[in-house]
Nanobody
């Protein structure tokens, strides 16, 4: 059974940085797509960034391009989201998601496995 455990959220001032981690376990992830989604109160869950594990191909929401970087550590089965130049509108619960060879990358329904979420709050 795939397990995803997020960590690294917290409170930061606008312009600051945070790094989120997603520790994955339960199987080999070489053919998996890993992604970070976020959900603010009253909003739908939206894609932030993702990575195809084997090739390292990355993709980002337009709102975070140039500020956020997704990466993976194969030795530790961990995916990271480095978030720089944070803005108050980045405030949300951030979720790690994963599934095998995802086709529709932006749809939450494309991912079968989810972490419990970690809160990120950016103060102005």
């Amino acid at each position: 059974q795939v397990q995803l455990v997020e960590s690294g959220g917290g409170l930061v001032q606008a312009g600051g940085s945070l790094r989120l981690s997603c520790a994955a376990s339960g199987r080999s992830f070489s053919s998996y797509t890993m992604a970070w989604f976020r959900q603010a109160p009253g909003n739908e869950r939206e894609l932030v960034a993702g990575i195809r594990w084997r090739l390292g191909y990355t993709f980002y929401a337009d709102s975070v391009k140039g500020r956020f970087t997704i990466s993976r550590d194969g030795a530790n089965n961990t995916v990271y989201l480095q978030m720089n130049s944070l803005k108050p509108e980045d405030t949300a619960v951030y979720y790690c998601a994963a599934d095998y060879e995802v086709q529709n990358l932006v749809m939450p329904g494309s991912y079968a496995f989810w972490g419990q979420g970690t809160q990120v709050t950016v103060s102005s």
